[in-house]
C-alpha cells in the first residue's frame, strides 16, 4: 500500500503544476489520478515472480510457443487456502507458452525457467480469473499464486541434440543404417531422474525401427568405445503416451549411451599386419599345423582370453575347421614370426548365441602371434652357414663326433646350448642317442663347418614335447662340429680298413715264437691303427678295448694266444663281434 500511495502522492503533484501552466490539461490528469487510485485498491498490477530454486546448469530457458512439463500448487495470496494442485492429480501439467492457452500470469510468468527450477508466481486477478473468477472455485478479484516446478521443455522445432563425452583416437568407423549394434546406456529425463539403465548390453539392428525414432538418429556415427548424450525430444520419443511408470507423457528423454559393439552382416575379416620378420620365404597353408599365442579382446578393449596368461600356445591345424571360422581363415598366408589384429564378426566367430565369458553376436579381435607352423609332410632342413675348404672326411653313421649346439624355438627362445656346459657335445651317429632330426643334421659335416638345421616336430620330440621343448614346436639348431673320430660298425670293438694281414697269426707273432702275450698283442693293434689299416670304437679306452679282444681270442686263458685259437670274423651277424 506504501508504494501506491507514493504513486497517488505523485499524481497529485503532477495536476497542480500541470494547472498552473496549462488549464486545458487538469481533467486528463484527473482521469490519470482516479485510474491510479481505483488500482491501488488492489496490491498488484504485474505478476511478482520468486525463483526460490534455481538449478546450477541451465542449458536452456522457456520461451514463447515453447511446450513444457510442469507440477504446481495453486494457492489463494488471501488465505493461502489451495485451489488446485497437479500433485494431487498425480499427473504434470502440460502446455504451450505464449499462446492463450493459459491464463495471462502464467503465460508470462513461466518465461525464462529452467528445468528443475522452482518459482512461486502471483498472479494479479487482471492476468488470472479478472472480477469473474472460475467455475465457482476462484472467486473475483482473486490474486492467485502457483509454486511451479518445470519438467520439461521442447519445441515442435526442435532435433534430437548429441553431445560427445569421449571418442576413441583413430576411429574408423562410426554405426550406420543395417548395422548390429551393442551398446550400454542410462535414460533419465530431463530432471536427472532415472528411468532405466541397461545391466547388460541392449543389442539391436539399426534402421528396422526397433528403437525410437530420436535414439536410433541419435546413434548413428557411433564408434566403438565413443561415450555421448542424447536428448530426444518427445515427439521423437514415446510422445503422449509415455511409456511404463517411469517415461511420463511428452518427456524428454536423455540417453548417456557408451558404444561396446557393432557390425553390419556383410562384414568380412579386417586383417591389420603389425609385424612381419624379413626373410620370410614361406607362409601358412590350409594342412599346416600352426602354434600362435593370442590376446583376445572385444572390440572396446576388454580382454576375453589369453594363451600368454596360461603360458602357452594355441596349438591347431589350419583349415580343418577345429576352431572359429573366420580364425581358420585369419591363419592362412602368415609367416613365422608375424603379428597380425585380425577382428573378426560374429558371423565368423560364435554367432548371435555367444559362449562362455563371449556374449551373443560379439565382434572378437584377436593380436596374434604364430610362433611356428609345420607340415606333417616336411622333412628336415638344412643350411650351411659355414663350410671349411679343407674337407677329407665327413660325418656318418657310427662316428663319434663333437659338436657345439644351440637349440632354440623359431621365435628365438633359447632352449638349450653345449656353451651351458665345460666341453661340447659327444655322440655316436647312428646310436640314438640324438632326435632323428638332429642326427640327419649332423651327418656329411666336417670339422669346422657349421649349419641351421630346421627340424619339424615329427622329427624331434612329437606332440608331448619334452623338458623345456613345448608341445609340436619346431626346434632351430645351430651346429659346428669340432671333432670327428671314424667310427666302427655297431657291435664292433675292431675293423679292418682294407684286408688284414694274411696269415694273421704270423703278423701278430712279431717275435716269431709262437705265441702271442697281451702286451705284443696290444702293440700289434696300435700298430694298425697308427698305419691306418685298422680302428678301434672310438669314445672308449683303447686299452680296456684290446683287452676284451685278447681275452676273447685267448680261449684256454693261460695269457697268452696260440694259432689254434684264432678266429676271424667271418659272418656280418655273429654275436662275438670283438675278435678279429
Known amino acids: 500500500m506504501l508504494l501506491w500511495n507514493h504513486i497517488a502522492a505523485l499524481a497529485a503533484v503532477l495536476l497542480f503544476f500541470a494547472s498552473r501552466m496549462d488549464p486545458t490539461k487538469p481533467l486528463e490528469l484527473l482521469i490519470f489520478v482516479c485510474a491510479v487510485t481505483r488500482i491501488s485498491s488492489n496490491p498488484l498490477v504485474d505478476i511478482v515472480v520468486d525463483r526460490y530454486h534455481i538449478p546450477r546448469v541451465c542449458p536452456r530457458e522457456v520461451q514463447t510457443e515453447d511446450f513444457v512439463r510442469y507440477h504446481f500448487n495453486g494457492t489463494f495470496y ?4 489451495q485451489f488446485d ?31 528443475s527450477e522452482r518459482r512461486r508466481i502471483t498472479v494479479p486477478p487482471h492476468l488470472a ?15 492467485l499464486v502457483y509454486d511451479v516446478h518445470l519438467l520439461d521443455i521442447w519445441n515442435p522445432e526442435d532435433k534430437v541434440q548429441i553431445r560427445t563425452l569421449s571418442k576413441p583416437a583413430g576411429c574408423s568407423r562410426g554405426a550406420s543404417a543395417s548395422d548390429f549394434v551393442r551398446y550400454h546406456y542410462n535414460g533419465s529425463l530431463l530432471t536427472d531422474e532415472a528411468f532405466d539403465s541397461s545391466n547388460e548390453t541392449y543389442d539391436t539392428y539399426l534402421g528396422q525401427g526397433d528403437l525410437i525414432k530420436g535414439l536410433e538418429e541419435g546413434l548413428l556415427g557411433t564408434c566403438v568405445g565413443e561415450r555421448r548424450v542424447i536428448i530426444v525430444p518427445p515427439f521423437l520419443a514415446y510422445g503422449e503416451q509415455g511409456y511404463g511408470a517411469g517415461i511420463p507423457p511428452q518427456a524428454t528423454l536423455v540417453f548417456e549411451v557408451l558404444m561396446v559393439d557393432l ?6 575379416l579386417t586383417v591389420e599386419v603389425m609385424e612381419v620378420p624379413q626373410g620370410c620365404t614361406r607362409r601358412t597353408v590350409v594342412g599346416d599345423y600352426v602354434r600362435y599365442h593370442y590376446n583376445g579382446t572385444f572390440q572396446d578393449g576388454t580382454l576375453f582370453d589369453s594363451s600368454y596368461q596360461r603360458n602357452g600356445t594355441y596349438n591347431t591345424y589350419i583349415g580343418m575347421g577345429h576352431v572359429i ?6 591363419l592362412q598366408g602368415l609367416c613365422m614370426g608375424e603379428k597380425r589384429r585380425i577382428g573378426i564378426p560374429p558371423h565368423l566367430a560364435y554367432g548371435e548365441k555367444g559362449v562362455g565369458l563371449i556374449p551373443g553376436s560379439a565382434v572378437l579381435i584377436f593380436h596374434i602371434h604364430v610362433i611356428d607352423f609345420h607340415n606333417p609332410k616336411d622333412s628336415v632342413q638344412i643350411r650351411i652357414t659355414h663350410k671349411p675348404r679343407d674337407c677329407n672326411a665327413t660325418s656318418e653313421a657310427d662316428d663319434l663326433i663333437k659338436y657345439r649346439y644351440n637349440c632354440s624355438l623359431m621365435d628365438g627362445t633359447l632352449l638349450y ?33 657349421r649349419r641351421e638345421v630346421v627340424v619339424p616336430p615329427h622329427w624331434a620330440h612329437g606332440e608331448n614335447g619334452a623338458g623345456d621343448v613345448p608341445r609340436s614346436a619346431v626346434l632351430l639348431f645351430e651346429l659346428e662340429l669340432v671333432e670327428l673320430q671314424k667310427g666302427v660298425p655297431e657291435g664292433y670293438m675292431f675293423v679292418w680298413l682294407g684286408d688284414g694281414p694274411d696269415p694273421l697269426f704270423d703278423a701278430m707273432d712279431m717275435n716269431g715264437d709262437k705265441e702271442v702275450p697281451l702286451e705284443e698283442f696290444s702293440e700289434f693293434i696300435h700298430r694298425q691303427v697308427q698305419e691306418d689299416k685298422g680302428r678301434l670304437r672310438p669314445g672308449m679306452e683303447a686299452s680296456s678295448i684290446i683287452k676284451d679282444m685278447f681275452d676273447n681270442q685267448d680261449r684256454n686263458k693261460d695269457g697268452k694266444i696260440v694259432e689254434e685259437e684264432l678266429m676271424v670274423k667271418e659272418v656280418e651277424d655273429q654275436v ?5
Not at 78 to 81: F, I, P, V
Not at 129 to 143: E, K, M, T
Not at 325 to 330: E, I, P, S, V
Open 78 to 81: 488471501e488465505n493461502g487456502k
Open 85 to 115: 494442485s497437479s500433485h494431487d492429480r498425480g499427473k504434470a501439467f502440460i502446455s504451450q507458452v505464449g499462446l492463450g492457452r493459459l491464463i495471462s500470469g502464467m503465460d508470462r510468468g513461466l518465461l525464462g525457467m529452467c528445468v
Open 129 to 143: 480469473y479478472g472480477s469473474i473468477g472460475a467455475g465457482g472455485v476462484i472467486p473475483p478479484d482473486s490474486v
Open 263 to 268: 557390425f553390419n552382416p556383410k562384414d568380412d
Open 325 to 330: 571360422q573366420g580364425m581358420d581363415k585369419a
Open 417 to 449: 646350448s653345449s656353451d651351458h656346459y665345460d666341453s661340447p657335445s659327444v655322440t655316436t651317429l647312428g646310436a640314438n642317442k640324438v632326435i632323428v632330426g638332429l642326427e640327419d643334421g649332423l651327418r656329411g659335416m666336417c670339422v669346422g663347418e
Open 576 to 580: 662275438a663281434r670283438d675278435e678279429l
